[in-house]
Every structure is written in C-alpha cells, then in structure tokens.
C-alpha cells in the first residue's frame, strides 16, 4: 500500500519568512514518483515538481526547492522568502511506476500574512 | 491556454436529481482520472480510464457512474445525488505509459446539492 503522510494541516507565517512543508511517504515499490501540487483558492490542481525515485539530487526552482531524502521517505517543499500569493493548499503526492493511481497527502494550508 | 476543460465551473442540484459534469482535454492523453474533494480534504479518486478500460475505485458508489466517448472527452454522472456528494469533482489526464509523467488537472466543477 502506498501513504503519503503531511503532518502539518496549518502554517502560518508572515510574509519574508522562509517555510518549510513536510511530507514523508510509503510504498512497496522501488521505482516511484513524488509530486507537489498547489491548491490556491480558485480551486485548481497546479502541478509544482515531480521527482523520481532514483534521482535524489535536490532542486531549486526561484524561491522553490525540494529536498528529498530516500533514507527517511521524506520529500519535503521550502519557499524562501514567502509571499502573500503563495497562501494556497499544498498536497505531496505519490504515484508507482506501473501504477495509474496518484495518492495524495491530506495537505498542509499554509497563510502568508503581511 | 487551458489544456484540462470542466464544465460546468459550479453546478447546483437537487436532492436525487441527476448531474453530469464533463471534462475535455487537448493534451491527447490516454490516461483520465475523476477525483472527489470536499472541504479540507486530499483529492479522492473516483474512478479512472486507461484508454477505453475503465477502472472502478472499491469504495465508490455506484451512484457514480463514468463515460469516455473518445479520447478527449469523460463524463462524470451523478445518478442520485445525496447532500453528501457535494464537493468539488477534479478531473485530470496523464500520458500512461513506460514514463510516468505528473497529471494535469482541469479547474474542478464544484457542486453543490439542495
């Protein structure tokens, strides 16, 4: 069976200060993809970064970057420097190669105050 | 320009009168997804299409049925809506295959039930 595992529900943090959202992950399998997704107000699903299992490197994208650490199943999400825009729904999620199905985190809020 | 299409954005039924929403994608994927999310919670999938076969979550109710005429199109029918099928229905496609690429998510039709 597959998990995905976001401990925090809520953050918030005033605007200019770093944040970071975790996300620890199950599975079986020894091939697999991460995902992070942004859930802003208006609804829509927008994709953030997918990382495959064998490519551990760490990357940055703007004020993005994702760490992810196969040793603790853990992919974790740090903005730098937060903005208000970036007040949004944040899931984590897992998908299995051969496997259709994307399983979701339950999604941390995160508010960006100014 | 959008790539996932749902329509309707917001639809408002009654109790036991059914409800189609439908989704169009110009992306050519021959994967697409129905998910269910209420309030505060992760995305649910419903029910998915790889190609022409259709592939049934366990827990969903049969009062929620699928239809993919072609690639492009899905149609999510809700036979008997009850006050606890309002939420917001994300549909989303994904190229299956020997890559497993993220999926695209349309911007949700969110319904609500009298």
């Known amino acids: 069976a597959q998990k995905v595992t976001q401990a925090q529900t809520e953050i918030s943090v005033v605007e200019k200060e770093d944040v970071t959202l975790d996300c620890v992950y199950e599975t079986r399998d020894t091939t697999y993809y991460l995902f992070w997704y942004k859930q802003p107000p208006s609804g829509e699903l927008v994709f953030l970064i997918r990382?495959?299992?064998?490519?551990?490197q760490n990357e940055i994208s703007g004020r993005y970057s994702w760490n992810f650490q196969k040793s603790t199943s853990s992919f974790n999400f740090t903005i730098t420097a937060s903005q208000v825009v970036d007040s949004a729904v944040y899931f984590c999620?897992?998908?299995?190669?051969?496997?259709?199905?994307?399983?979701f985190g339950k999604g941390t809020k995160l508010t960006v105050n100014p | 320009d959008a790539m996932v299409i749902q329509n309707p954005r917001y639809q408002v039924t009654q109790f036991g009168k059914p409800v189609t929403l439908s989704c169009s994608q110009t992306l050519n994927h021959n994967v697409m997804y129905w998910y269910q999310q209420k309030s505060s919670q992760a995305p649910k999938l419903l029910f998915h299409?790889?190609?022409?076969?259709?592939?049934n979550e366990a827990d969903t109710p049969d009062n929620f049925q699928s239809r993919r005429p072609n690639t492009s199109f899905c149609f999510l029918d809700i036979r008997s809506p009850g006050l606890g099928d309002a939420a917001m229905y994300l549909c989303a496609t994904r190229q299956g295959g020997t890559v497993t690429g993220e999926l695209f998510f349309g911007e949700g039709s969110r319904l609500t039930v009298l």
């Open positions: 999620a897992l998908i299995g190669r051969g496997s259709e199905k994307l399983v």
């Open positions: 299409y790889y190609d022409k076969d259709f592939n």
């Open positions: 990382r495959n299992s064998f490519d551990e």
